[in-house]
């Protein structure tokens, strides 16, 4: 790389019902970075290809991700392209902003950590302007039990349990820096931020609360499904459109000149 060579970080938010997940699949597959990558070539006029940080399933929301791009065309400033971009986006794809990073700056291997939420509509009848964005259970839930069996999911843990069939790392230990439990209205919803989340981490965790909350399970089950490290002790996965990628976390030195984590 010479130094007319950018590297440009883009924070991205979009609506995941009209798309088969994030990643880029086999041509005619509607995804999310298949559209941003092509309003990127088109504007900054040469192939490339985008780094996400995080692949969301189909479905899944976001109004953080975070991608990553290289490119040597200097002529259109941060704003510009931004604003460019989001010309030739569709009305479920924004890029909330673009800012210039270190070229040693990468969207996922920086990343020190993500915030997820997951909505759950409570109330019996379903709200249709909330269609696809929030996961319609139809029956109240103890979100008091549920805060505590989330508690007990804090700290570095073996998240086996938690992790779906499509699972391909080997180390399932995670950490979990905060797991919390709002209530309001007709709406639970289940925040989490962790230092890294295994396939289906999240949507598990959040049909597991559930089965807390609604009496079928006590507090303490968590504890036990942590211990046995066995998918089947968990509850259900919860449906997609519950969740939301809201955030994904760097540290200070990811964005400083010297960084060398390629």
């Known amino acids: 790389m010479t130094d007319s060579v950018r590297n440009l970080m883009l924070v991205i938010a979009y609506d995941g019902r009209n798309y088969h997940g994030w990643q880029r699949q086999a041509d005619g597959i509607e995804t999310v970075q298949l559209r941003v990558e092509d309003a990127l070539r ?64 990468n969207a996922s291997g920086n990343a020190c950590g993500k915030t997820y939420r997951y909505r759950i509509y409570t109330a019996p009848t379903r709200p249709v302007e909330l269609a696809g964005q929030v996961y319609c259970y139809g029956r109240r ?15 570095r843990h073996d998240f086996a349990a938690f992790a779906s069939a499509g699972e391909e790392r ?57 211990a046995g490290c066995d998918r089947v002790l968990a509850g259900p996965t ?3 459109d519950g969740l939301t990628l809201m955030c994904v976390h760097y540290p200070p030195d990811a964005f400083y000149e010297d960084n060398k984590n390629e």
């Open 238 to 240: 919860a449906p997609p």
């Open 141 to 155: 839930l103890d979100a008091e039990k549920m805060r505590q069996a989330a508690a007990r999911l804090t700290g």
């Open 170 to 226: 080997e180390n399932t230990v995670r950490t979990i820096f905060s797991c919390t439990i709002s209530d309001v209205g007709d709406e639970v919803e289940i925040w989490v931020r962790g230092d890294g989340f295994l396939y289906n981490m999240v949507r598990n965790i959040a049909g597991t609360l559930v089965e807390v909350g609604r009496g079928h399970w006590p507090v303490s089950r968590i504890d036990d499904i942590l």
């Open 42 to 105: 088109h504007v900054l006029r040469h192939p490339l290809t985008i780094q996400g940080c995080s692949r969301t399933d189909a479905g899944v929301h976001a109004q953080g991700q975070v991608v990553s791009v290289k490119t040597g065309n200097s002529a259109i400033p941060a704003e510009g392209l931004r604003r460019a971009l989001n010309s030739r986006l569709p009305a479920d794809i924004v890029v909330r902003s673009v800012r210039d990073v270190p070229l040693s700056f």
